[in-house]
């Protein structure tokens, strides 16, 4: 029979061997995590994006089908952006509310041309408070991109002709001043249109001196930028009631503004003319006395809509 002191002592000596190997283990296994975990954090860092990149805007906006420029967003028609001028704000926001889009709208609004109209095609920029940390990866990104100036200004370099610059700055209105007339006039020069910011400008005096530049804001200050930063330029941001994504058409009254899907804008567009022919066809009748406001009121007869079709050929209407 073995000798139970000498049983406890190979015990006690394995016991403390198996620990030393489980401690070497661990440590092994955590020199392994630390490594994993900084690589993680240096590929992140790697990964940081100024925009997204034309395959990422292409898979945030499926629903367009047709020509794209070379950042990813929908190629809309120009001549569409012209005509959605003529709809009013109550036909878009109704006919996108049919497709189950209940949150385009944004209204309360400072406009620096109020009687005007503005449509384009959306370029959008995110701005959040400043944190240092992440301010710095974005700049650091944006050197290697070789991007030039102030932060507030990359959005701007993207811009093309027919272009709306929409930008998310929180609300903010003192310090929160995107831009003044230096930038506005930078941003009529590429784009030929204006800006949407749900934030502040600048400048004031300075952007009304710019013709043909228009800008639906939240406010006006004096003072300039600071303690924010840029988040992101063409990604998807939130103005107000709406969510906004690049490549969307935007349509900006003295009521408010609404955002429009790119693959919408021509059934849209098509159907408020429709409706509004009907509805000068019926005027025009009630005027007359051909027909009474019950029969133009509810679902036209037979006969009413053959007079509708004829009266149409008789418009000559070009599309």
């Known amino acids: 029979m073995a000798n139970p002191e000498t049983c406890f002592a190979v ?8 620990a030393q190997i489980n401690i070497h283990a661990m440590r092994k296994k955590f020199a392994c995590f630390l490594t994993v975990t900084s690589l993680a954090c240096f590929l992140c860092a790697q990964q940081v994006q100024v925009t997204l990149t034309p395959d990422q805007i292409k898979a945030v906006t499926p629903g367009w089908k047709g020509e794209r420029f070379a950042d990813g967003r929908p190629k809309t028609s120009d001549v569409l952006l012209a005509r959605l001028r003529n709809v009013s704000l109550e036909e878009a926001w109704g006919y996108l509310r049919n497709k189950g889009y209940q949150n385009q709208f944004e209204g309360d609004w400072t406009i620096i041309r109020p009687d005007s109209v503005m449509t384009g095609r959306v370029v959008t920029a995110q701005y959040m408070p400043l944190r240092p940390d992440y301010d710095s990866l974005i700049k650091a990104r944006g050197k290697i991109e070789k991007r ?3 932060t507030n200004s990359w959005p701007i370099d993207v811009l093309q002709n027919g272009d709306v610059y929409v930008a ?3 609300g903010k209105i003192v310090d929160g001043t995107l831009i003044g007339d230096n930038l506005g006039n930078a941003i009529y020069a590429h784009s030929h249109t204006g800006v949407i910011f749900y934030g502040s400008v600048r400048d004031i005096e300075g952007l009304e001196e710019i013709n043909g530049f228009n800008g639906w804001v939240k406010g006006y200050d004096p003072s300039y930028i600071q303690q924010m930063m840029l988040a992101g330029i063409n990604v998807p941001i939130r103005i107000g009631r709406a969510t906004v994504l690049p490549g969307d058409v935007v349509l900006a009254k003295r ?3 609404v955002f429009i899907p790119a693959q919408y804008l021509e059934d849209l567009v098509l159907n408020s003319e429709f409706v509004q022919l009907r509805d ?6 009630l005027r007359e006395g051909k027909y009474t406001p019950g029969q133009i009121d ?3 007869t037979d006969d009413i809509r053959k007079d509708f079709l004829q009266w149409l050929n008789e418009q000559k209407i070009c599309r």
Do not use: K, P
């Open 11 to 18: 015990s006690e000596n394995s016991f403390t061997l198996l």
């Open 148 to 150: 030039i100036g102030a």
């Open 168 to 170: 998310d700055s929180y």
């Open 255 to 257: 009521g408010g503004v």
């Open 280 to 285: 000068a066809f019926g005027h025009q009748r």
């Open 298 to 300: 509810q679902q036209w």
